[in-house]
């Protein structure tokens, strides 16, 4: 096996007899963890006596995840095979794990480019916790979870659209019925459109609500349908589920008769 080719077997997940290759997937999980951390920590008070300290360390990480981009990039060619070198690396680099990895790292290298506005750009170093979706790989559970989400997309779709039709009528009804009894809370169909949200959802935030007899009456039904409306996205996923760890039936296996050759029932 040639160098780039072993490059390749190790930053991709790795079996278990392959220690080198599980060794760099635990190290890529434990710096995504650790980013993540940072990320959380700076936002308390707590933190500021350990800024140098987390901000060196947030630059070893993202020098780790750039390394990793960059030979991700490389070795696309025994990813994508039975294209060119070119082809291969274009199309990791606008794959959803090359955008995740390039917007990982690329807003901790803005301000160097662009000091004028550092402040401005830190704001998009937050963008590093798309990272975390690359964990996903490294799991089996979770990539049981995005096979089946692939597979059920098109049912989650078509019931996430039915969602959306229920909550625009909602909040066009709600606002007809509640405008001239609460001109200043349903002053316009997105207020509507925000207590159908809390509805539907069954969030019940409870800083918009009706105040009218008919407006309670199509509250309490939207609620009604807002439970049924949010069970379906669960049965098809729940069903998808039980699909996926299904054992799949063994095939018969077909005998052949020695001296005729035909099938054996």
Not at 163 to 184: D, K, N
Request: glycine share 6%; aromatic share 14%; with cysteine.
């Amino acid at each position: 096996m040639n160098k780039k080719k072993r490059i390749f077997t190790i930053i991709q997940v790795g079996s278990i007899d392959d220690i080198p290759s599980r060794t760099y997937d635990i190290a890529l999980m434990f710096a995504v963890a650790v980013n993540i951390f940072i990320a959380i920590f700076e936002t308390f008070p707590q933190s500021s006596p350990y800024l140098d300290i987390l901000s060196l360390v947030e630059g070893i990480t993202v020098l780790f995840f750039t390394v990793d981009y960059i030979l991700r990039i490389w070795t696309a060619s025994y990813l994508y095979k039975g294209v060119t070198v070119a082809r291969a690396r274009r199309k990791f680099i606008f794959s959803w794990a090359g955008i995740v990895d390039f917007l990982s790292c690329i807003p901790y290298y803005l301000p160097f480019f662009f000091p004028r506005v550092a402040v401005a750009l830190r704001m998009f170093r937050i963008i590093r916790i798309l990272r975390i979706f690359r964990i996903h790989h490294y799991s089996d559970p979770l990539q049981v979870i995005g096979r089946v989400l692939k597979k059920k997309r098109g049912q989650l779709l078509s019931s996430i659209f039915i969602v959306l039709i229920l909550m625009i009528a909602a909040s066009l009804m709600m606002y007809s019925l509640e405008h001239t009894a609460q001109p200043q809370v349903f002053d316009n169909a997105f207020s509507g459109f925000w207590w159908a949200i809390n509805t539907l959802l069954t969030v019940g935030y409870g800083d918009i609500v009706p105040i009218t007899f008919a407006g309670k009456v199509c509250g309490a039904i939207m609620t009604f349908l807002g439970v049924g409306m949010v069970a379906i996205p669960t049965g098809i996923l729940s069903a998808g589920f039980v699909e996926q760890m299904r054992p799949k039936p063994k095939e018969k296996e077909t005998h052949y008769c020695p001296n005729c050759g035909h099938k054996l029932d």
